[in-house]
């Protein structure tokens, strides 16, 4: 089994930068094994990935036009995953899901994930 949490959500202004984070715990977990996301529900939306990342292939998924303003990234000593977001815009608001999938491959679909945290809330104010 494997635990995911999310952190670092909150209200901030249009135009800040904000990281979140997703602290992963299992006992077996290895992120080599792992391809892990970041999904959003914006408000009256369905959930939609925004990134993606698989540590064992080196590479990464951005899901929008906003791929210039986002950084997926691991980090396996702390077996943290983080999302790095620049230049928030209010459409940036919702609730954001780290999510794993037991396989190294991309893409990430909603139907593939084996795990979801429970989600920490973005707020960008204009």
């Known amino acids: 089994q494997v635990q995911l949490v999310e952190s670092g959500g909150g209200l901030v202004q249009a135009g800040s930068s904000l990281t979140l984070s997703c602290s992963v715990s299992?006992?077996?977990?290895?992120?080599?094994?792992?391809?892990m996301g970041w999904f959003r529900q914006a408000p009256g939306k369905e959930r939609e990935l925004v990134a993606a990342i698989s540590p064992a292939l080196g590479t990464t998924y951005y899901a929008n036009s906003r791929q210039n303003h986002y950084n997926i990234s691991t980090d396996h000593a702390k077996t943290a995953l983080y999302l790095r977001m620049d230049s928030l815009k209010p459409d940036d608001t919702g609730i954001y899901y780290c999510?794993?999938?037991?396989?190294?491959?991309?893409?990430?679909?909603?139907?593939?994930?084996?795990?979801w945290g429970q989600g920490t809330q973005v707020t960008v104010s204009s």
């Open positions: 999510a794993a999938r037991k396989s190294d491959t991309l893409p990430l679909t909603e139907d593939l994930i084996d795990y």
């Open positions: 299992g006992r077996t977990f290895n992120f080599n094994g792992y391809t």
